[in-house]
């Protein structure tokens, strides 16, 4: 954690960065590395200034006039020479390992927490299960517990009591059933000390369980460019002219007009940079359609748990992420090139999408993507390229983006922001989530992080300038946008072998 | 490596002597800059503290070895002088 930071009563805590110790690391084993390449050069100098002392003693050995000084001062400076290297080459390897040294320390006691945690939640259970049933009172001291439990999450925060709760769950009720569950948990525990990606493997579980039933089916994903006059002002076209902000609620307001213009749609911005470059920002909306999981949207769970288990997509009957294939047709039908910058922004299950796009390297090997901006969205775990920078901003109260059940990941290149808001807490439990997830409360958390002095929130205001392509905080940025629609479209009858690739009906035209 | 005549070196041998010490003394003064651009990370912390002047100690070696080479170099070049004159006077 790099620092806590108050703007205007909202507190900020940030993670990762240019401000974050991570980032520091790797500046400093880059400094080992330069300093390795110095020595390197400089390890022929010793020896030269030897071997010229060992010519020129040798060729004056039995002359009168024979230059003892001379050789003497040139054998101290081969030796002083040698002894500089040396001592650069011992500098650059203590340097250099300090980045590892550290990960190694923080891998120990990252191991150490979530095994004292699932231990922790272990005896909870066990303790739970003892005083239903044994003890006089059991009963009342279990009650007692679920409300303790249940203060935790107001004392802590919905995200961070919720991601425990994910992460102690299994060991909470192998603890609570006791007997050979429980030794069974306690020696697979030993086996495997880090039990935590709980929420992955359920996201994998439940997609296996829908696949089996039948609830979910392979499709073919349809993708359509919206006329201009169905979602603006606009009478004809496809494009629409339009500024934004280069600042990180411009960025955010994005997804917001992706919830509006049409359903299951995303937002192409052709952002026409001041050196005449040419950038493209992707809005994505968040999750549209919860019932039924499989709809003809592709925002609804299926696509969130397409995009969740994205690394491992080949195990289930739907092989593709579709809107990972709505995004490429409608990057390519608004004319991105190869290498231009892309930018993937979107909130909840938008966001889910947009840092799944930036974790595959399919998806990567097509568009340069330089840039997710996500809103309340769990995405601690997808394995985001390290080239990509992610501001990933989350709110204490925000029990959606727990649902990854890992803190967010200390990089350079991925700064999360978690608010306090003030009030955050107060009002009924699903006002309190209500409030904390939607995107109207991040945007202006947004608006105050302008304001932030932290380093890594600075880093990422400053990407978002460089990507947009202005100097000044706040410049309003010329773009064209476009609207392009997906949907699901299922087999009428039961579902054959499971789809290969993409496959679209009347789908743009992929050309470039 | 380079031979010499039967009557030991000649003052040019000798004076491209110094010249190879003089061109060592830059490496190491090249050196000596790349390291501090190396060494000046934004870093602040006690351990930061020690880099620096570990950073620093190496940059006062390398001058160190670079002024040794360059006393060398004067009193190899002295020596050629001493043979020039020597040869002039032979």
């Known amino acids: 954690m790099n620092a806590n930071d108050v703007c205007v009563g909202t507190m900020f805590t940030v993670i990762g960065g240019v401000g974050s110790t991570r980032y520091q690391l790797g500046v400093i084993a880059l400094a080992g590395s330069r300093i390795d390449a110095i020595s390197a050069d400089l390890d022929p100098v010793g020896p030269r200034a030897d071997f010229e002392a060992t010519w020129l003693e040798e060729g004056t050995m039995g002359l009168p006039d024979h230059p003892y000084a001379a050789v003497e001062r040139m054998r101290e400076a081969a030796k002083a020479c040698s002894t500089a290297r040396i001592g650069l080459k011992t500098l650059a390897d203590n340097t250099a390992t300090a980045a590892r040294r550290y990960d190694e320390a923080e891998e120990r006691n990252r191991l150490f927490l979530a095994r004292k945690n699932q231990l922790d939640a272990f005896r909870a259970g066990s303790h739970f299960t003892a005083q239903s049933w044994l003890l006089p009172g059991g009963p009342n001291n279990s009650v007692r517990d679920l409300g303790r439990w249940l203060d935790s999450f107001w004392t802590k925060g919905f995200r961070d009591a919720t991601e425990d709760s994910i992460n102690g769950g299994p060991a909470f009720l192998a603890g609570a059933a006791g007997g050979w569950p429980a030794l069974a948990y306690l020696l697979s525990l030993g086996r495997h000390p880090e039990r935590s990606d709980t929420a992955a493997a359920a996201a994998a579980g439940v997609r296996h369980m829908l696949d089996s039933t039948g609830v979910t089916r392979p499709g073919t994903v349809s993708v359509r460019r919206i006329p201009a006059g169905d979602w603006s002002a606009q009478p004809s076209g496809t494009g629409v002219r339009g500024t934004t902000r280069a600042t990180i609620e411009g960025i955010l307001e994005a997804p917001r007009d992706a919830y509006a213009v049409a359903p299951s749609a995303v937002i192409v911005d052709r952002i026409e940079r001041a050196d005449g470059t040419i950038a493209w920002r992707v809005a994505l909306p968040g999750t549209e359609v919860w019932d039924p999981p499989d709809s003809e949207n592709l925002f609804d769970l299926e696509g969130d748990l397409q995009a969740l288990t994205s690394a491992r997509r080949k195990e289930f009957m739907e092989k593709q992420v579709m809107v990972e294939e709505l995004l490429k047709a409608a990057l390519q039908d608004a004319g991105a090139k190869p290498g231009d910058p892309v930018m993937l922004t979107g909130h909840s299950g938008g966001g889910i999408h947009a840092a799944a796009a930036a974790a595959d390297p399919a998806f990567l090997a097509e568009f340069n993507v330089t840039m997710v901006v996500t809103a309340g969205a769990p995405i601690a775990r997808l394995p985001v390229d390290g080239r990509v920078g992610v501001l990933g901003l989350e709110n204490t109260y925000d029990i959606v983006t727990a649902a990854d059940g890992a803190a967010p990941p200390d990089r350079s290149n991925w700064v999360t922001v978690t608010s306090s808001r003030p009030g955050d807490g107060v009002g009924t439990m699903q006002d309190v989530i209500a409030r904390a997830h939607s995107l109207d409360g991040y945007l202006g958390d947004a608006r105050q992080a302008e304001h932030s002095a932290d380093p890594s929130i600075d880093g990422a205001r400053k990407s978002i300038r460089d990507f947009m392509g202005v100097a000044g905080p706040g410049q309003a940025v010329a773009f064209t946008r476009s609207v392009y629609q997906g949907r699901d479209v299922r087999p009428a009858k039961a579902p054959p072998a499971p789809a290969t690739g993409r496959e679209r009906r009347d789908a743009v035209p992929r050309g470039r | ?90």
């Open chain 2, 1 to 90: 490596m380079m031979g010499y005549a039967a009557g030991g070196p000649s003052a040019g041998e000798v004076a491209r002597v110094a010249g190879v010490l003089d061109r060592l003394a830059g490496q190491m003064d090249e050196a000596r800059v790349r390291l501090a651009a190396a060494g000046a990370v934004e870093w602040e912390s006690a351990a930061a503290q020690a880099f620096r002047e570990a950073v620093a100690g190496q940059a006062h070696a390398l001058a160190a070895a670079a002024d040794d080479l360059r006393g060398a170099a004067g009193l190899v070049r002295h020596y050629s002088l001493r043979l020039d004159v020597a040869g002039a006077a032979g």
